[in-house]
């Protein structure tokens, strides 16, 4: 099959929402290696066609008559102007895909999964938008003395007992603690805080390594002694606690209920999981990676394997398995990613909100959901772009304010 003929199928494919994900991948990998735009622009022209409700059934004429405008268009420079950088390439290549798998007011989005963009080498905003969150958090030391680690220097930071506390590259704190050390132990407490569009990532004194979510809280002691290891978490986080059978790792979760009284447990020995804890969502979730955990609360508990999650349901204060869980939309945060998978708009727009740091003002009832993947470190523009295509909710951008309009 020539490339003509592939191209023609692929699109045909994808507009008749008959496409597998390896074609749609196939077609977003085609229009992000188009160095010069074209392919892109064209093929958004095609999206419109299908967006205003003309009819697109195949025709084999007419199809391979648009793969041959596009494959001419890439060698024509004068026809468009080229698109320049390889995440608008890519968000192009989302956007038309998408958009032609617009279904039933939800918008389902193909990303090729790039290797996370530093920080630092994003463009800046535009005027009227939004910068994502960044690597930056706050310390707040046994003896209430409070470090912002967005500006703090590399290095050692402070010494507690036998731990030494240092700032190691940015977005990340290391608790070293010295076994040889005759100094007296006390049991000291340290609380890393991330507000709203921060982040950061902590080496615990017995080598656990936690990746802090925004608007996140992690209460810790500085050394682990006796027979546990346990931490309290507000927020979101994931784990990668270091193996001891000896000293189990638990993580205690406040529920809000009985007045704040209740927590959920998560006892471990050495696995990675996610636990989902925020104030303003109805259930806390737990997600497991590798190994195998417990979660308990209110007198019942569940043995979780890898692959598997449990939800604490905060109104009933229930335990509850999910038939089906994505691990890979659990730590899309912590891998550099904004994934969505059916959630409604208010969900959404809570997601959103922790990690832009911005207000989110509802002019009217939305009803759309939403199903995609879009880095977390593009301007917040350019995530409410991708949800505009399912047509059915529209974004304004004032100052730190998300104005949301059907």
Do not use: C
């Not at 036998?162 to 132990?185: E, M, W």
């Not at 309290?232 to 007045?259: I, K, S």
């Not at 009933?316 to 912590?334: F, H, I």
């Amino acid at each position: 099959m020539s490339i003509q003929d592939r191209l023609a199928y692929l699109l045909q494919q994808a507009v008749s929402h008959t496409a597998t994900v390896a074609e749609l991948q196939e077609l977003s990998d085609l229009i992000q290696a188009d160095q010069t735009g074209h392919t892109a622009q064209l093929a958004e022209m095609l999206l419109r066609k299908d967006l205003s409700g003309e009819a697109v059934d195949y025709d084999e004429t007419y199809w391979n008559q648009v793969a041959s405008n596009i494959l001419a268009a890439d060698r024509s420079p004068e026809m468009l102007a080229p698109v320049h950088t390889p995440y608008r390439r890519a968000w192009l290549a989302a956007a038309i895909v998408s958009g032609l798998l617009l279904l039933s007011g939800a918008a389902y989005w193909l990303w090729q999964k790039p290797a996370p963009v530093p920080m630092a080498t994003v463009t800046p905003a535009p005027a009227n938008d939004v910068a994502p969150g960044t690597n930056k958090a706050v310390l707040t030391l046994a003896d209430g003395t409070q470090v912002p680690l967005d500006s703090a220097i590399h290095g050692a930071l402070a010494q507690q007992g036998n731990t030494k506390i240092s700032r190691q590259g940015a977005g990340k704190l290391t608790y070293t603690y010295n076994a040889a050390s005759h100094d007296v132990l006390t049991m000291q407490y340290n609380t890393l805080r991330t507000p709203r569009g921060g982040q950061f990532e902590v080496t615990l004194p017995d080598g656990t390594h936690v990746w802090l979510n925004a608007e996140s809280t992690l209460k810790y002691p500085v050394s682990f002694t006796g027979r546990n290891r346990q931490v309290e978490l507000n927020g979101e986080a994931y784990f990668e606690v270091a193996a001891n059978a000896q000293q189990p790792f638990r993580v205690m979760v406040p529920t809000h209920a009985n007045n704040g009284k209740d927590s959920l447990e998560i006892a471990v020995l050495g696995t990675h999981f996610n636990v989902m804890a925020y104030n303003d969502e109805q259930q806390i979730k737990t997600t497991l990676l590798e190994g195998a955990v417990r979660v308990s609360s209110h007198g019942s508990s569940k043995r979780l394997e890898p692959g598997e999650g449990v939800n604490l349901n905060k109104n009933n204060n229930t335990l509850s398995a999910p038939a089906n869980v994505n691990t890979e939309e659990a730590v899309a945060w912590k891998n550099g990613f904004i994934q969505l998978e059916g959630n409604d708009i208010a969900s959404a727009m809570r997601l959103i909100s922790r990690w832009y740091d911005v207000e989110v003002i509802y002019k009217a009832p939305v009803s759309a959901h939403f199903r995609g993947i879009i880095p977390r470190n593009v301007p917040v523009s350019q995530v409410l772009k991708m949800m505009e295509l399912t047509g059915e909710v529209h974004f304004e951008i004032k100052g730190k304010q998300l104005i949301v309009s059907p």
